[in-house]
């Protein structure tokens, strides 16, 4: 291409890295993070199952990672992307029917996705840690 | 010059019926994932705190273990074309794309074959 000198600076369309995010496109990209996390937290379901399947001693094991805080955080990841993935799911449902798309709505719908997945989150672990005591 | 029609030379060659299949089966295994993941939720949460004894005797009962089935071999599907559509998205070299595809597909399979074959080795107790 041959080397050509702009004469002035020219305003450049809406660019990922210049816009203001949205929050629908703020939720969308969040949708695929989620969506993206849980692929390898699946590792952690296998672990779980692969444990429980093969006797006490690598039970412990998994049981000890999980209560580490590390293994602790994980999880607590793990349930938020899935709440999230999931809520933005019944979202992309919602608008598969056509509904959903006007202004107000399209924002209300991304908005109450990340409102829903922390307050479902924190319910989760809320029950996970009074009423079954938490992982141990 | 070929004798052949353009319509049998283009034939078979596209997407015909089968283009749509991944977005149907990909909605599917999203509403098929909503009642099986609360499911799995409430087994996950349920089961943390017990001991190794009581998690397999749950584990291994019919209706857990047919629900955790469900509900790892729609999140199975589901990630596998969630992922796809992500290489293609993203992975424009066509040799790394079709490693990455093929990987994903290894991944997942591998995945679901052992989380499925823990599931039944409890419920049958090998």
């Known amino acids: 291409m041959a080397e050509t000198k702009a004469p002035v600076e020219r305003p450049l369309s809406p660019h990922i890295l210049i816009y203001r995010w949205p929050i629908t496109m703020m939720m969308s990209i969040a949708h695929r993070a989620t969506g993206m996390g849980l692929y390898f937290g699946t590792l952690l379901l296998a672990w779980w199952l692969i444990a429980a399947s093969s006797g006490p001693k690598p039970y412990a094991d998994f049981q000890w990672f999980i209560n580490t805080w590390i293994g602790k955080l994980v999880l607590f990841g793990y349930t938020w992307a899935l709440m999230h993935h999931m809520l933005g799911g019944i979202r992309h449902l919602i608008w598969d029917t056509g509904r959903g798309f006007e202004p107000g709505e399209r924002e209300w719908l991304a908005g109450a996705t990340l409102v829903g997945s922390i307050v479902l989150t924190i319910i989760l672990w809320l029950i996970g840690f009074v009423f079954m005591g938490g992982p141990r | ?126």
């Open chain 2, 1 to 126: 010059m070929s004798m052949r029609t353009p319509l049998a030379r283009v034939r078979g060659l596209g997407t015909a019926k089968t283009g749509t299949e991944d977005f149907w089966r990909q909605r599917i295994t999203a509403v098929a994932n909503i009642p099986l993941a609360i499911a799995g939720i409430v087994i996950v949460i349920t089961l943390l705190g017990r001991s190794h004894a009581a998690v397999v005797q749950i584990l291994g009962s019919p209706v857990v273990a047919i629900f955790l089935l469900l509900f790892v071999l729609s999140t199975a599907w589901h990630m596998r074309i969630g992922m796809q559509v992500v290489i293609e998205d993203y992975v424009h070299d066509e040799r790394r794309k079709l490693a990455l595809v093929m990987a994903n597909i290894f991944f997942v399979v591998a995945v679901g074959l052992t989380s499925t074959y823990a599931l039944l080795k409890l419920s049958f107790g090998v």
